[in-house]
């Protein structure tokens, strides 16, 4: 049996998403977050050592790693539903799934980070918010904006990302674009594609089910 062990507002809802999408059962084990530091409980360091989401076990095996876990998913039950069959679109593919977590989540993280810094304590806060400031300006929110500019140009060019087919790619690249919408915002004027695609994706029936097994999910902010 497929075992996720789900945190609540995370990178394992796209795995859930992924598993309806590919008509698999599966159990769910809930983990909540640290009301204060936000993080993962110490529980989950007991399924795999580096105690994050997501985390899944299929029998004897235990999968960490958005793009590991979907690749193991899609290769091992669902090659043909999720996976683009000709070689310029299985490029695409393999660039979107690494695109999510090499580079759309680095800069996202970061502005995470530098607005907490900008909450820093009164004492200090004028120095922590000049330096925010600064890394924002010059190499954050530039990296952001450019990011979202080109995967709006490629939306421009077919409806999903690897191709004219719904793929895993599309699965994966969900999570940094519904943070980017959190935490960024996503103008409509300036990002329509990504817009449609989110609502998309967000409409799909698997989706929705995942929703109604995971929980409430809300990211970005």
Do not use: C
């Not at 193991?72 to 660039?95: I, K, M, S």
């Not at 922590?128 to 490629?154: C, H, K, T, W």
């Amino acid at each position: 049996m497929i075992t996720v062990h789900h945190l609540d507002n995370s990178r394992s809802q796209r795995v859930l998403w992924l598993l309806e999408e590919l008509g698999l059962p599966y159990e769910i084990k809930h983990y909540k977050r640290d009301r204060k530091t936000m993080l993962a409980p110490p529980e989950l360091r007991q399924v795999h050592p580096l105690g994050k989401s997501p985390v899944v076990t299929d029998g004897d095996i235990t999968l960490a790693e958005s793009g590991a876990v979907i690749e193991y998913f899609v290769q091992t039950y669902g090659r043909e539903a999720l996976l683009p069959r000709d070689a310029e679109n299985q490029r695409r593919y393999t660039y979107w799934m690494h695109f999510a977590e090499g580079s759309a989540m680095s800069p996202l993280l970061m502005k995470l980070i530098f607005d907490r810094v900008r909450k820093a304590p009164l004492l200090v806060r004028p120095i922590a918010n000049a330096i925010a400031n600064q890394v924002m300006g010059s190499f954050v929110q530039p990296n952001i904006d450019r990011q979202l500019a080109y995967i709006e140009s490629e939306l421009a060019v077919r409806p999903w990302l690897a191709g004219p087919a719904f793929s895993a790619a599309d699965i994966q690249m969900s999570f940094p674009l519904e943070v980017a919408q959190g935490r960024v915002g996503l103008p409509l004027d300036k990002y329509p594609r990504i817009n449609d695609f989110l609502k998309r994706i967000h409409a799909r029936p698997a989706y929705q089910r995942a929703l109604e097994r995971g929980g409430p999910f809300k990211v970005g902010h």
